[in-house]
C-alpha cells in the first residue's frame, strides 16, 4: 500500500491544486469538462489502509492503480 508522502507526489506530478492546507492538505483538478477532483491527503507518514485506498483511487482520484504507481 502507498503512503501518504507517496499520494501527496501524485497529486504535485499530476497537475492537482493543492488548495488548502490545514492538518491535512486538500488537493483539487479541474477536468477539461469542467468537472472537479478533490482528495485529502494526510500530513501522517504512515500507510494507506488498504480498504481507504481503493475508495481513494476509485472515487476520488479516478485512475488506475498503474497510472498512480507511474506517476509517483
Given amino acids: 500500500m502507498p503512503k501518504w ?3 501527496k ?3 504535485e506530478r ?4 493543492c488548495y488548502k492546507s490545514t492538518d491535512h492538505d486538500f488537493y483539487r483538478k479541474i477536468m477539461p469538462d ?14 494507506i ?6 475508495e481513494i483511487l476509485k472515487k476520488q482520484l479516478q485512475v488506475t492503480e498503474e497510472y498512480f504507481n507511474g506517476m509517483i
Fill in 5 to 7: 508522502k507517496e499520494l
Fill in 9 to 11: 507526489r501524485f497529486c
Fill in 14 to 17: 499530476d497537475g492537482w491544486e
Fill in 34 to 47: 469542467g468537472t472537479i477532483k478533490r482528495t485529502k491527503v494526510s500530513r501522517g507518514s504512515g500507510e
Fill in 49 to 54: 489502509h488498504p480498504y481507504m485506498w481503493k
